[in-house]
């Protein structure tokens, strides 16, 4: 299924809002409790169509008649803290990039130090900044044959980032590489 690539504007929207199927929770003889569990995503929001392995397959409910979806994970820091997010998606044959891909990470990010991609202690791959907005700083990347293949044999990727206020050290993310296969023979393919 091809799609015409979504404003980044959106991407952004796909950050951090969540939402799932509504269903009101129930009691073991099928009483309504009240409250429902979850709700239908509004539109404009993000949702989890489907899970693999460390990786959603996240959408953005449209009117459209279906939703455009990209590959997310969201990287934790060692204590357990969202601090940043990678989504992907492929791209229409022609280039030498067959997937792109949105890496989300916070403000006060030393930009200039770029971000680094390494693949199960491979050599990391730097890739610079787009823009900053008040969710945070965004790279949009392009991977190559090599670089998605790379992937689909990984266990684990190394996100690197430099802090703005400790320029002398580097935050690395773990990026499970667990369900990558899977969810990327299905993630929309979208052209510009």
Same mark, same amino acid.
């Given at each position: ?8 504007? @959106?991407?952004? &929207? ?14 073991? +003889?099928? @009483?309504? @409790? ?7 995503? *509004? @539109?404009?929001?993000r949702y989890s169509k ?6 959603? /397959? ?17 990287? #934790?820091?060692? *204590? ?7 989504? &992907?998606f492929r791209l229409k044959? %022609? ?11 916070? /403000? ?11 693949v199960d202690g491979a ?9 900053? +907005? ?7 990347? %392009? ?8 992937? *689909? ?6 996100? =690197? #980032? ?9 935050? +690395? #993310?773990? &990026? =499970? &590489? *667990? ?12 052209? +510009?």
């Open positions: 299924m091809t799609k015409k690539l979504i404003p980044l504007s @959106l991407v952004a &929207l796909m950050a951090f809002g969540t939402s799932a199927m509504a269903q009101n929770q129930t009691d073991s +003889n099928g @009483l309504d @409790l009240g409250e429902p569990v979850n709700t239908e995503p *509004k @539109l404009g929001e489907e899970k693999f392995g460390a990786w959603d /397959l996240a959408c953005i409910r449209t009117e459209a008649e279906t939703d455009p979806c990209s590959l997310l994970q969201i990287m #934790l820091d060692d *204590k357990g803290s969202a601090v940043a997010e990678m989504s &992907l044959e %022609g280039g030498q990039a067959i997937a792109g891909g949105t890496i989300i990470v916070p /403000l006060e990010t030393l930009l200039p130090a770029q971000i680094t991609v390494s050599p990391g791959k730097r890739y610079g900044y787009s823009f900053c +907005n008040p969710i945070g700083c965004v790279a949009q990347i %392009g991977l190559t044959a090599a670089d998605i293949d790379a992937f *689909k044999k990984g266990k684990e990727a190394i996100v =690197s #980032l430099v802090p703005a206020p400790a320029p002398d050290q580097i935050i +690395n #993310l773990k &990026l =499970s &590489l *667990k369900g990558f296969t899977e969810g990327y023979d299905v993630v929309d393919v979208v052209s +510009n």
